[in-house]
């Protein structure tokens, strides 16, 4: 009895195994405050498929121009906490003063289904899911200089004086976590910076491990002897 051709056996498995479910992938973006991080993330699902930015629950007070269920789900304190007992968040934390928590399920549901989903989240949330998700690409965006991240936190008239300087204070702690993430981008030029950003998802979408499922059928068809 002979032995079965390796590379025959291959095709044959490759054509006969049922299609695997292509999981998205987990991208953590955190950056301090006023670093530009939600424009980013904003003009990155736009240029890209298949890619969304999950919305967090929050109790901090809703912005000018904000909406609810579109830039965040706001929420009482007593909501909040009532969520975090019943184990809803895969993610929290209180970053001055607020809470901030992301959905369990939500997230879980986009990554089955083949969609990449973006947490824009602090430090602390960030340790939270590379525990859950050691596969997670977590980029760290920084700003070009202290100077200029205190005009633009002072320029989007966003928070009153004495936040913004609580938001500078704790710029510099923040930061000092940037080498726990994978990828760092300065924002300077915001163009640059995207197209530093859409090049790490364009990369991570080309690993061999996800085009091996992508392209399961193309690889098998041009496998064959002819």
Request: charge should be neutral; avoid cysteine.
């Amino acid at each position: 009895m002979s032995l079965a051709d390796p590379e025959t056996a291959q095709q044959t498995r490759m054509q006969t195994s049922p299609p695997q479910v292509l999981m998205g992938t987990l991208y953590v973006i955190a950056a301090p405050s006023g670093t530009g991080k939600t424009s980013l993330t904003s003009a990155l699902v736009r240029t890209l498929h298949d890619i969304k930015i999950s919305i967090s629950h929050t109790t901090r007070e809703q912005r000018p121009g904000e909406q609810h269920g579109v830039h965040y789900w706001f929420v009482s304190i007593a909501e909040f906490k009532a969520m975090l007992a019943q184990d809803i968040f895969l993610e929290s934390a209180e970053v001055f003063g607020n809470y901030y928590g992301t959905s369990r399920h939500w997230v879980l549901q986009q990554l089955e289904s083949g969609t990449d989903v973006i947490l824009e989240i602090d430090w602390q949330g960030a340790q939270q899911v590379r525990k859950l998700f050691p596969q997670s690409v977590s980029i760290f965006i920084l700003p070009p200089s202290a100077d200029l991240l205190r005009k633009r936190l002072q320029t989007r008239q966003q928070d009153h004086v004495e936040v913004i300087e609580k938001r500078l204070a704790a710029a510099a702690s923040e930061v000092a976590h940037y080498r726990e993430f994978d990828y760092l981008v300065v924002n300077d030029s915001f163009d640059d910076a995207l197209l530093d950003m859409q090049a790490i998802v364009r990369a991570n979408r080309l690993i061999l491990s996800k085009q091996l499922q992508r392209n399961q059928k193309l690889l098998a068809e041009l496998q064959q002897k002819q």
